[in-house]
């Protein structure tokens, strides 16, 4: 079995034992005692109590409720002898000592008790002495117990105030750090969303026509194709060039002045017919909506970038055919579809790596609306419902 060991003492209260220890001695040395004339009336017994309650005092932080037991059956013991004040000061030490570190139910009920034996201590002194005077026993017994638990309790209660504060001061912090995080984590999804429909239309392009250029031997394709090359190279490299002004600037805005709103969706896909053109697809918009006030500005950039991946998907993967854009409204909402064939396709393809089908999704996520796509017979199909009113999320 292994030996019990006790509790290593603080080093304050070695200090404070120490000291009390000392104290008691001088004033043992120089005859200073409390009393005389009391049952036991040798002068070295006070000696007894002063070591009992020094002892206790290595205790008063590790194990608060045995010192408080050891130097209460010492100050008893005291209280036989001439006395000494050392003792009697340690034992208000350890008195505060075990409100401030002994467990929540004893800082509860220590100064309690204590208040009662102050209070049984003064009525019972009035009723034997029937004197004035025996008010003092009752004041000096309220002085050595309660009036250190009291204090304890007030010191206490500061403690955990000042605990308390320390802990919600580390939570706020740690929620401003999480706040911050996520707020850099959707601004760059935001970023890498925007860059992404910004270009990859035009380097889709790009690929494609190039890889034409490259295997057709027809002087006259290989030059249809570097025009059109050139044309999304300028137009890629116009439009990289407005998002980084964008974030040089680090204006308010969550979107700049000049996003493509559906008003710019012909212009899209007459840009999408001459790209298209090589692979035998036919791009044709179908907008049934009614003319009516305009729609907020993040839920048409919205709409307009599901059409551009839309579109730039179905140049590198759709099979010859047309491809449709679709938009209605109906109520608050705003439907976009794009449909495409299926299918192997001759001529070059350009690889695609699903990010823009997560982009298209996060959009419409971020504005509480519904968005699917997938092979339906025998068509690659788009479909987004976006509610038309002022949201706060940010496409």
């Known amino acids: 079995m292994p030996a019990l060991s006790l509790p290593r003492p603080h080093r304050d209260d070695v200090l404070i034992a120490v000291a009390g220890l000392l104290g008691g001695l001088v004033l043992w040395l120089l005859n200073l005692y409390m009393r005389s004339g009391y049952v036991l009336g040798d002068t070295r017994l006070p000696l007894v109590p002063l070591v009992v309650m020094s002892g206790a005092e290595l ?7 045995t010192a408080l037991a050891v130097g209460t059956v010492a100050l008893v013991a005291d209280q036989c002898t001439h006395g000494n004040l050392a003792t009697v000061a340690m034992y208000t030490d350890i008195m505060y000592a ?8 004893a800082a509860r009920r220590i100064p309690v008790v204590t208040f009662l034996i102050s209070l049984v201590v003064t009525i019972g002194s009035l009723a034997w002495f029937r004197s004035p005077d025996a008010l003092l026993i009752g004041i000096v017994t309220a002085l050595v117990v309660f009036v250190p638990a009291l204090t304890g309790v007030s010191v206490r209660n500061h403690r ?8 919600r001061a580390d939570q706020t912090a740690l929620l401003a750090e999480m706040d911050r995080t996520q707020a850099v984590t959707a601004e760059r999804a935001r970023m890498a969303r925007e860059l992404h429909d910004l270009v990859a239309n035009h380097l889709s392009a790009i690929a494609i026509h190039s890889t034409a250029a490259l295997s057709i031997g027809d002087p006259e394709t290989s030059r249809t194709a570097l025009g059109v090359i050139r044309e999304n190279s300028v137009e890629g490299l116009a439009e990289m060039r407005r998002l980084i002004g964008l974030l040089r600037t680090g204006g308010a805005d969550p979107e700049p002045s000049s996003s493509p709103t559906l008003g710019s969706l012909d212009a899209l896909i007459e840009q999408h017919r001459a790209a298209a053109a090589a692979g035998g697809l036919t791009c044709v918009l179908e907008d ?6 305009p729609l907020p500005a993040p839920v048409e950039l919205a709409a307009y970038r599901i059409v551009q991946e839309s579109l730039t998907n179905a140049l590198k993967h759709a099979a010859p055919g047309p491809v449709t854009v679709r938009l209605g409204q109906a109520g608050r909402r ?6 495409s064939v299926l299918g192997e396709r001759p001529g070059p393809r350009a690889p695609g790596s699903g990010a823009g089908l997560v982009g298209m999704r996060e959009r419409v996520a971020l504005l509480g609306g519904e ?5 339906e017979d025998g068509m690659w199909r788009v479909r987004a419902e976006l509610p038309v009113e002022e949201g706060d999320g940010e496409p």
């Open 59 to 65: 205790l008063r932080r590790t194990s608060p409720r």
């Open 98 to 105: 075990a409100v401030l570190y002994g467990t929540p139910a």
């Open 160 to 167: 955990d105030a000042a605990e308390a504060a320390r802990l």
């Open 288 to 293: 049934t909506r009614a003319g009516g006030a």
């Open 334 to 339: 705003l439907t976009v579809g794009v449909s």
């Open 371 to 375: 968005f699917e796509a997938g092979p």
